[in-house]
């Protein structure tokens, strides 16, 4: 309503203008107004010098990105796992302009011209999605000049963004490649409770950051509780030093957050006054509470993801994923129940307090929470080359307990939930039809410690082949180190 969208003086006159229909005079101060009063005009908004104004352009730093070359395809004969709870033996995928077209059994069409890749005796899954690298910013070789990925220079570093330190000649780019790896979320470290933004990456051979960036992938805001931020700023004797530390210095950045926002509302919709001073850091929290952009938080302990849970509740905003979630399975229907993705290790426990509760059946019990999304994760370098097993581990850890639980589920794990974690679930994660064809074609069963990925596709391109040379990208910072061109395993040289 024109009512609701008018503020202080502006509204005063609006009450004014309407009594007059029925009084001779109106006033503010109890006093009848002069005859030859002013009527006080809105003013306009001044158009505000390029970057000066929050909402001119939300992606100054635009993807590039296009498929490499490609041509229509199927594969046939293989097991086909769709990351969306199908198993599909003697299956066949077919791929057309990138997309995927059809899904099916030995009864499904190929169409006229497609070149047809023998699947037999192989498997087929959607490429694998690591929601947590550090992939580019911490890169190999592991310099200090290279070492770009925690601003730690106050607990609050929520303006910067991630996209900025990425090093696309990263090797392990090309590492995560070979071992399926087709789309990658790179977040900042955890060092302060407001790391800063994330960017989500196509996992291609590339010069610059803008021709990997995801398009339109949503960002994400990287939120640390527990020990990190505690102990960096702690022992430099600041805050936060403890737990309430924490929480305080959550809670004052959103109340700031909240406070810019209303400023930028009231402005932009009355035209009145002098516009608020751009503040990135508070621009991207504000993000947070308008929704615009996911929180994916570091947290181990169910009694902090609790309180983390209740501080969304406060401020109104939505928790997207607890990454490393040492103790989700502590409060499984919990998360199932609001919505919340917990992304996990299988092994990885006991390194810090912490982390001391960890169990290997975690992602199982994260997952038998109805609507629950369980994700593996790597936060390594080395895990992002094997993830299919860390999933495999966590099945067999599932198992054990007594818990069915099928391969096309766990497969999931590491597909379809890790695209909803960080919000492209409508564009991959499955090989269903009209998403990209991201797409990895395995020796063997994807969940077992044999099995490496032969060929991947992103967006129906081919990336990496095993057995081609030509499909195995090295970077520069490869050349000589120990073990270069020396064959792997009988394979071509270069494979990895």
């Not at 074609?441 to 081919?462: E, H, K, M, T």
Request: charged residues 15%.
């Amino acid at each position: 309503m024109l009512l609701n969208r008018l503020r202080g003086p502006s509204l005063a006159v609006l009450s004014c203008a309407m009594g007059a229909l029925l009084l001779s005079a109106c006033a503010t101060t109890g006093e009848a107004s002069s005859s030859n009063a002013q009527t006080p005009v809105k003013s306009e908004s001044r158009a505000l010098a390029t970057g000066l104004n929050s909402a001119s352009d939300l992606n100054p730093y635009p993807s590039t990105y296009a498929p490499l070359p490609r041509q229509n395809m199927a594969i046939v004969g293989a097991t086909v796992f769709d990351g969306a709870g199908r198993k599909i033996e003697n299956g066949v995928v077919v791929v057309t302009d990138g997309l995927i077209a059809a899904v099916g059994d030995a009864s499904t069409p190929v169409p006229q011209g497609y070149q047809i890749v023998d699947g037999r005796g192989r498997f087929v899954t959607p490429g694998i999605i690591d929601i947590h690298s550090h992939l580019g910013v911490y890169p190999s070789p592991g310099v200090q000049g290279m070492s770009d990925g925690n601003e730690v220079t106050g607990p609050n570093t929520a303006n910067v963004w991630s996209e900025h330190s990425v090093w696309p000649q990263d090797p392990g780019f090309h590492t995560a490649r070979a071992g399926g790896v087709t789309t990658v979320q790179i977040l900042p470290g955890s060092a302060n409770l407001f790391g800063g933004r994330g960017v989500t990456l196509r996992n291609v051979p590339a010069t610059t950051m803008q021709a990997m960036k995801f398009p339109n992938a949503p960002y994400g805001l990287k939120m640390a509780c527990g020990e990190n931020p505690s102990r960096v700023y702690g022992s430099r004797n600041q805050t936060p030093a403890t737990g309430m530390g924490n929480m305080a210095g959550f809670r004052a950045g959103f109340i700031a957050a909240q406070d810019y926002r209303d400023k930028w509302d009231k402005y932009r919709e009355t035209g009145q006054g002098t516009p608020p001073t751009r503040n990135l850091q508070l621009e991207t929290i504000a993000g947070v509470l308008d929704g615009s952009i996911m929180v994916q938080n570091h947290c181990y302990r169910a009694d902090e993801m609790a309180l983390m849970m209740d501080l969304a509740t406060e401020f109104g905003f939505k928790i997207k994923t607890f990454h490393h979630a040492i103790e989700a399975y502590k409060l499984a229907p919990k998360l199932a129940e609001a919505g919340i993705c917990a992304a996990m290790w299988t092994g990885w426990w006991g390194f810090k307090m912490e982390a001391l509760d960890g169990i290997e059946e975690n992602a199982a019990i994260v997952d038998a929470a109805p609507n629950s999304c369980a994700v593996i994760h790597s936060d390594d370098a080395e895990l992002i080359q094997r993830l299919n097993q860390e999933a495999a581990a966590s099945l067999s850890a599932g198992r054990r307990a007594g818990m069915n639980i099928s391969e096309e589920r766990a497969i999931s794990w590491i597909t379809l939930n890790a695209a909803k974690a960080i919000g492209i679930e409508d564009q991959t994660g499955s090989l269903e039809v009209g998403k990209r064809a991201d797409v990895v074609i395995w020796s063997a069963n994807p969940l077992s410690v044999y099995a490496r990925a032969d060929q991947v596709f992103i967006d129906g391109s081919l990336t990496f082949d095993r057995s081609n040379p030509a499909y195995q990208p090295v970077s520069d910072f490869e050349l000589g180190q120990p073990g270069f061109n020396r064959p792997a395993a009988g394979t071509a040289q270069g494979a990895r």
